[in-house]
């Protein structure tokens, strides 16, 4: 468990995970009609876009997930199997997380309903691992290899969005910067009265 906390709270990753500007945002019809997508076309009851902060999970897109934690938009990290993919920047399935070695003591068993679980990560280009797009069942599932393509595409998707999305500010904040010299050079250059 050392482990795991030291990687999800690396200094580095949660820079990296700070600089998408997604923590705590509000829900978006992108990233919302990704994890609709992973509901129809794998038939799971509940897909997850999970960012893993130091101490918690953050979902900025729930799509069939219960109240209180739809509302609630997260998790303590008590309740994560997310951050088993974070720590390890590799997907994690699990047929039965009751059954399962790292997984059956987690509370998300029963306190979330978790049983199968499927999460691909959200790896950025310099490789730190923000989070997971995951789909949940809340019954014993063995999961196809097809299911797992299509999660994988989805999760790739959604990484694609987070870039684009970091990109823009970056460019946006460069704009501003070069326009606010450009008015210094030309307050500086303008004649000044006697």
Known sequence: MEDLLRVV??????????????????????FDRLTNLATKIIRAPVALVSL??????????ATGLAEPWRSRRGTPLTHSVCKHVVA???????????????????????????????????????????GSLCVV????REWTDGDLDLLRDLAAIAMREIEVRELLRETEGARRDAEMRLHEIQDRSEPRPH
């Open 9 to 30: 709270r690396n200094i580095s990753r949660l820079a990296a995970l700070q600089r998408t500007g997604l923590l705590d945002s509000p829900p978006e019809a992108a």
């Open 52 to 61: 893993v902060d130091s101490d918690r999970q953050f979902f900025k897109s």
């Open 88 to 130: 390890t920047a590799r997907e994690l399935v699990v047929n039965d997380a009751r059954a399962h070695p790292l997984l059956c003591g987690n509370m998300a068993i029963q306190d979330l309903g978790i049983v199968a679980y499927a999460g691909a990560p959200l790896v950025t280009t310099d490789g730190h691992a923000l």
């Open 137 to 140: 069942d809340i019954k014993p």
